[in-house]
T-cell receptor
Framework: GENVEQHPSTLSVQEGDSAVIKCTYS??????FPWYKQELGKRPQLIID?????GEKKDQRIAVTLNKTAKHFSLHITETQPEDSAVYFC????????????FGTGTRLKVLA | GAVVSQHPSRVICKSGTSVKIECRSL??????MFWYRQFPKQSLMLMAT?????????EQGVEKDKFLINHASLTLSTLTVTSAHPEDSSFYIC????????????????FGEGSRLTVL
């Protein structure tokens, strides 16, 4: 089955610096890679996603890159702000049939003011 | 977007009792819902996939007789923790997505608010 590994488990950055979180997946058939942000006590919410037919996607301060050959994908947050502090989860799945989402182990990001 | 509502948000029960958690898709039909368990400072562990009108698919290591899942309609899935014990205390969260093939299906999973279960 699918396995998703995520690093680092914790990340502290100074406000204004960039943060990078990396994930690897095992199932080469996976074609959809979302990133979720979970603030303390709240439900996870989608912040950005990428499909396997593109290598990079950007939305303002966040971007995701995908390397299908290496089965790696990464989340990049630039100009970090205190409100970016949260737990971030990557996931991998297939957009067909009754697909299930397997999540990475999560990264707790702390942006220090 | 879409809204998924989960109830109750918190429940405390005595050891040996059963607890039911409801997950509803409020503004869309969800043929499939997913139940996750989240331990403190840990990831979302998939417990089972709930399929409308059929049996749930459980992940390896998850006891189906312990965690009963019923998906009787396109907008409601329930998780019943039977004969709960303190080790079942956890944060349970459901999620749903639009059905494959629908224009609204972007692949996004929509999560409920989660239910914190404490078994005394």
């Amino acid at each position: 089955g699918e396995n998703v590994e995520q690093h680092p488990s914790t990340l502290s950055v100074q406000e204004g610096d960039s943060a990078v979180i990396k994930c690897t997946y095992s199932d080469s058939a996976s074609n959809y890679f979302p990133w979720y942000k979970q603030e303390l006590g709240k439900r996870p919410q989608l912040i950005i996603d990428i499909r396997s037919n593109v290598g990079e996607k950007k939305d303002q301060r966040i971007a995701v890159t995908l390397n299908k050959t290496a089965k790696h994908f990464s989340l990049h947050i630039t100009e970090t702000q205190p409100e970016d502090s949260a737990v971030y989860f990557c996931a991998a799945t297939k957009l067909s049939g009754t697909y299930k989402y397997i999540f990475g182990t999560g990264t707790r990001l702390k942006v220090l003011a | 977007g879409a809204v998924v509502s989960q109830h109750p948000s918190r429940v405390i029960c005595k050891s040996g009792t059963s607890v039911k958690i409801e997950c509803r898709s409020l503004d869309f039909q969800a043929t499939t819902m997913f139940w996750y368990r989240q331990f403190p400072k840990q990831s979302l562990m998939l417990m089972a996939t709930s399929n409308e009108g059929s049996k749930a698919t459980y992940e390896q290591g998850v006891e189906k007789d312990k965690f009963l899942i019923n998906h009787a309609s396109l907008t409601l899935s329930t998780l019943t923790v039977t004969s709960a014990h303190p080790e079942d205390s956890s944060f349970y969260i459901c999620s749903a997505r639009h059905a494959p093939g629908q224009e609204t299906n972007t692949g996004e999973l929509f999560f409920g608010e989660g239910s914190r279960l404490t078994v005394l």
